[in-house]
């Protein structure tokens, strides 16, 4: 008698070594500490290098440079992470014990030395309209919101914030891969929107609790109906939360419509990078139309400018610093994916691993500085070059001890709770069908 039996099945490839996979991570991670420390040098010229502000800043603008490079970087990283997780309830949960902790830490420092005048005083509107402000800060939307933050640097993470909610957005309705496509429409509608509607929109149009409050309804039903159950429910969540964002970026935010809908441009065409590189077939002409996205940004920065006001002369300068650092951040982004496979010292890589803490609390003791200092002009170039080197030193350290203390143990919560309510696909989620490109997100 014939008995059958099953088939063995074909070994599994090896698991990918660890050396290797930290070698994949360690160009990101070296990208983000540089883009980190640039950002840091930007905000020292002011108090410790004006001569550098005067000569290199109408031509390039540092700041706009780093936090560029770490939007390609969030672009390149975010969305895969999330399709590789496949649950949206376990990537909000980590993202959240990401961000929060560390953030609540330098919105309370940040607080304390605005209402003790360390160096600058509380946004009127949080003087005046606390609850409403703290509203808008617990969102992290406050960019998108007309509310100033309390430490200037909250504003990169209100289109952080954004892109999670298109992400999410994308991801439970299953449109997939959109990172190219999402590129060019924002590159295109950027100049669109930039020229026909004004920043802040909605809030002088209906007043900024209104604004504040609907937008916080919206969020808590779209997270509730993206969290709960049946497609039709995560759906409908899903396309509240990513019509708010798009909302919000184009009709209200604080730097404008062109401005908010080119990073966002330039995020997902980090994503379009993360795809070709995985990508078969058609290589060549993706990779030509993604390169039309930093041209058409450039091409809206030297069309619109700031408009805000500005003489002749400073419209010019932001024009041309704006796009060189944005030109800047595409090519170095391109280098360290040219060059992702070659060793990284170790030092540097560690820099991104304490990056978010560099650039969240380096306001803090960059406030100090300033206190002891007050006039470059009464100090050496050598005083200042040690202050220089004192700033950085402390941000560092410092950094070093809340990523130890704050981060890292915060990152492993977040990462036992999302194991705790599972992060399996569901089972009528169309991500679980999708492959996913190997490597770390």
Known sequence: MHVATRPTPPPSPPAAPRASRALRQSWLD?????????????????????????????????GQYGVLVFFLVSGY?????????????????????????????AAAAGTVFAVAEVYTRLPAQAAERPWTALLAHLTMLQDLLQVPA???????LSYEMA???????????????TGLGAALVFAVCAPIAGALL???LLTRNLGETT?????AVVLAFGFAAVLGKGRDLRRCGAAALGV??????????RVGAWQSLAIMATMFGGTALRHLEHSSGERTKRAWALALVPVLLVATAVWLGPGWGMSEADQLAFKWSWSAALAGAWLTFAAGLALRNRAIPRAVAWLGLVSYSIYLLHPLVLQVVRRITWDPALLTLEERLSWLATLFAVVVALAALAYRYVERPAQELGRRLAARHGTAPQRDDPSARIPVPAGRG
């Open 30 to 62: 070296a990208l983000r500490g540089v883009a980190a420390l640039i950002v840091v040098f930007e905000h020292s010229l002011d108090p410790l290098l004006p001569e550098v502000r005067a000569a290199i800043s109408p031509w390039f603008d540092f």
């Open 77 to 105: 990283v975010v969305p895969i992470s999330l399709e590789r997780r496949g649950s949206v309830r376990g990537f909000w949960i980590t993202r959240l014990f990401r961000l929060y902790p560390l953030w609540a830490l």
């Open 150 to 156: 309390v430490i200037n640097v909250f504003w990169t």
């Open 163 to 177: 892109f999670y909610l298109l992400v999410t957005a994308f991801f439970v309705t299953g449109v997939r891969r």
């Open 198 to 200: 004004p920043a802040g």
């Open 211 to 215: 604004v504040i409050c609907g937008v």
């Open 244 to 253: 708010l964002a798009l909302v919000l970026l184009a009709a209200n935010s």
